[in-house]
């Protein structure tokens, strides 16, 4: 038990057991530490990814200890944020995401890199060219006024110095909150960001796992970054 409870504070401290941890890795791979881990998974919400000599705790969407809330992200954006300033940050990041990782191949990562002005023309594009069941399902399965934030990314400049509410401000400001997690590179001036082996192993090993790549697709494709 005491074992188990180390390799708990480590993972819920770092996220993750590396090859630096050697002796907890060791003792994480006993039938007994991994029974006790997939107990305190069942109640706290979370699940353990084994991948490339890492362990990675995953926490569930709806962990309440352990997942980002809407609320969490709003207050994160500042004091007077309002919620559409929430949903618009889980929208780019799903753009992110899906510009990565949306190949509908063996393999689906599609970009080693991007531009933060392409994440910003692709959101644009998809702001500008949502369909009818697109917006659809935002407004009646998600009740989320995807035409509200539309047009609350369209209000905004696409960069002005000194502004903090641009477009581009926006994007940066959700790759920013990635960067904390380990799960993008910003690089170039703050002009370029490039996935983490982390959020490569995670999307690759957990989330783009052929048991969730069809579920995962057809939220991307629900969300509006179904393609070009």
Request: hydrophobic fraction near 40%.
């Amino acid at each position: 038990m005491r074992q188990t409870a180390k390799i708990l504070r480590k993972l819920l401290l770092d996220g993750e057991l590396d090859t630096n941890d050697s002796a907890l890795l060791a003792e994480y791979r006993t039938p007994e530490v991994r029974t006790e881990l997939d107990v305190w998974g069942e109640e706290l919400g979370f699940s353990l990814v084994d991948m490339r000599g890492k362990v990675y705790l995953v926490p569930h969407t709806d962990s309440e200890l352990l997942s980002f809330s809407i609320r969490d992200i709003r207050e994160r954006e500042s004091s007077s944020a309002r919620l559409i300033d929430a949903f618009l940050q889980c929208y780019i990041t799903m753009t992110i995401l899906w510009m990565f990782y949306g190949g509908k191949n063996k393999n689906p990562k599609q970009a080693m890199f991007l531009q933060i002005k392409d994440v910003v023309a692709m959101l644009d594009d998809r702001f500008s060219n949502a369909s009818a069941s697109e917006v659809n399902v935002f407004e009646t399965e998600y009740e989320i006024n995807f035409t509200h934030i539309s047009s609350h990314w369209s209000a905004m400049p696409v960069y002005e110095d000194q502004k903090r509410k641009t477009r581009m401000e926006s994007v940066l400001r959700a790759c920013r909150f990635m960067r904390e997690q380990q799960l993008l590179l910003l690089l170039d001036g703050d002009r370029e960001i490039r996935p983490t082996d982390r959020l490569d192993d995670l999307m690759m090993g957990y989330y783009l796992d052929m048991n969730r790549i069809d579920e995962i697709h057809s939220l991307f494709d629900s969300m509006g970054v179904s393609g070009q």
